[in-house]
């Protein structure tokens, strides 16, 4: 049973340092997926890839977040400096055509 | 672009009654339909999907039916259990490029 995972599973920083989330999609996957899941907001997407091209990144800060994905396997967001406000569960999907796959999640707490 | 909105965001049903989740999109364009139930703490996992060649699909106690006339589609579960409660979001996409979320619906089956 093919999972997307996620590390780490739990962040704890302070603010102003850097954070960096990374994911694993399924194989063969071509699409993958950053969202941001906060009470108040819901889930939000922040960028995702086809064939590991950036296809939309507008949900996300620019000036402080950055999203790539440096092989088939691998997909990263960073957040440099973090903020307070960037307290949330950041998960990753992947997807093959139409559907998508969740992953674990990373919970982050800025302090 | 697209915007769903999902009612109602809290439901309460005893064991063994139906739970109807409704949603409403605002693309005509969007053609993929998944819904995510999301037990706390965990990652939102898909239950089931619909494509907008087919008006209505089943799987067990689940199923979903979709209007396109209208735009919009409904989560329905039957013979509800404990297990069922969880938060449950509906989506749209065309053809997997953006998925676009509700705000979720918080079941609780009362046992």
């Known amino acids: 049973d093919a999972r997307v995972t996620q590390t780490p599973r739990h962040k704890v920083t302070e603010m102003g340092q850097e954070v960096t989330m990374r994911c694993q999609p399924i194989?063969?996957?071509?699409?993958v997926f950053w969202y941001r899941q906060t009470m108040m907001q819901g889930l939000e997407l922040l960028a995702y890839?086809?064939?590991?091209?950036?296809?939309?990144d507008s949900g996300m800060p620019k000036d402080r977040f950055s999203a790539e994905m440096p092989d088939a396997t691998l997909a990263t967001l960073k957040i440099q400096p973090s903020e307070p406000r960037d307290s949330a569960v950041y998960f990753c999907?992947?997807?093959?055509?139409?559907?998508?796959?969740f992953g674990p999640g990373t919970r982050l707490l800025v302090l | 672009g697209e915007n769903v909105e999902q009612h109602p965001s809290t439901l309460s049903v005893q064991e063994g009654d139906s739970a109807v989740i409704k949603c409403t999109y605002s693309?005509?364009?969007?053609?993929?339909f998944p819904w995510y139930k999301q037990e706390l703490g965990k990652r939102p996992q898909l239950i089931i999907d619909i494509r907008s060649n087919v008006g209505e699909k089943k799987d067990q106690r689940i199923a979903v039916t979709l209007n396109k006339t209208a735009k919009h589609f409904s989560l329905h579960i039957t013979e509800t259990q404990p297990e069922d409660s969880a938060v449950y979001f509906c989506a749209a996409s065309l053809t997997g490029n953006q998925f676009y979320f509700g705000t979720g619906t918080s079941l609780t089956v009362i046992p």
């Open positions: 693309d005509s364009a969007s053609n993929y």
């Open positions: 890839f086809r064939n590991r091209a950036p296809l939309d």
């Open positions: 999907a992947s997807g093959l055509i139409e559907t998508q796959y």
């Open positions: 194989l063969g996957h071509n699409t």
